[in-house]
């Protein structure tokens, strides 16, 4: 195991330490995601339907939401409280960070995607007509893209209630814009356009494919390397916003 490895390892177990000592955060991102699906299920009660149409696709949501607010906090906390910057003074190069921390969370959002689809399939009866499998992939991915997204827009607030500030203004226009309250073929071309470049439409589509459809797509594999390619991307920008010094 070389020292990149060991330093980003190192990171990962920081990150989860900490987590195993605040359950309140645990229990956000582990137990909310499921409370909102069921929920949803029991709005929907009579209608099966129509929980069968929008329970992927939030399934998909609710945790990229929960895992964009946790981690856009946790990592500001880290470039506030100098943690970051005693960090960042060791040799710890900034991959080894960001890599450390999408470990860490990247573990969380494994768990989080578990539960959420063993509920949704298994208690709540969602029908599926594609793989289970596939549905947990996406709603790994899912969570992942929230992860990413948290950490890139953490380089911008100043304090915590400014990150949380960023997602109405980060995540609620791609939730307007994916597909869910109205199909994205029947908006104006602006509003169109503007959707095919927000990777959430991408992790909504990919949601409602597979539960629709019987197998695996080649357009559902397209949405899902859009959804990932858009979180390595964030990583990528987080990084680049990782400064030796803090304000």
């Given amino acids: 195991m070389n020292a990149a490895t060991r330093r980003t390892l190192a990171t ?66 880290e470039r506030t409280g100098g943690t970051l910057e005693r ?68 380089a911008f607030a100043a304090t915590e209630f400014q990150a949380v500030q960023f997602l109405p203004a980060v995540l609620l226009p791609q939730l307007l814009l994916c597909g869910l309250f109205v199909p994205r073929a029947e908006m104006a071309p602006v509003l169109r356009w503007a959707s095919d470049v927000l990777p959430l439409s991408y992790a909504v589509d990919a949601m409602g494919r597979t539960t629709a459809q019987g197998g695996v797509g080649g357009r559902v594999l397209a949405d899902l390397a859009v959804v990932a390619g858009s979180a390595l991307l964030a990583l990528a920008l987080g990084a680049a916003t990782l400064r030796r010094r803090t304000a």
């Fill in 87 to 154: 960090l960042l003074t060791m040799p710890l190069g900034k991959p080894d960070l960001l890599l450390g921390y999408a470990l860490a969370f990247g573990a969380v959002a494994l768990v989080q995607a578990a539960l959420a689809s063993a509920l949704t399939i298994g208690v709540l009866g969602l029908d599926v007509a594609g793989p289970t499998w596939m549905l947990f992939a996406v709603a790994v991915a899912d969570g992942l893209l929230g992860m990413a997204l948290g950490l890139l827009v953490s």
């Fill in 12 to 77: 990962a177990r920081r990150v989860l330490a900490q987590l195993r000592h605040d359950p309140r955060t645990v229990a956000m991102l582990l137990l909310v995601p499921c409370l909102l699906l069921v929920l949803l299920k029991y709005m929907y009660d009579g209608q099966p339907r129509t929980f069968d149409r929008l329970g992927p696709e939030l399934l998909g949501v609710f945790p990229l939401l929960v895992m964009f607010l946790v981690t856009s906090v946790a990592m500001l906390r």
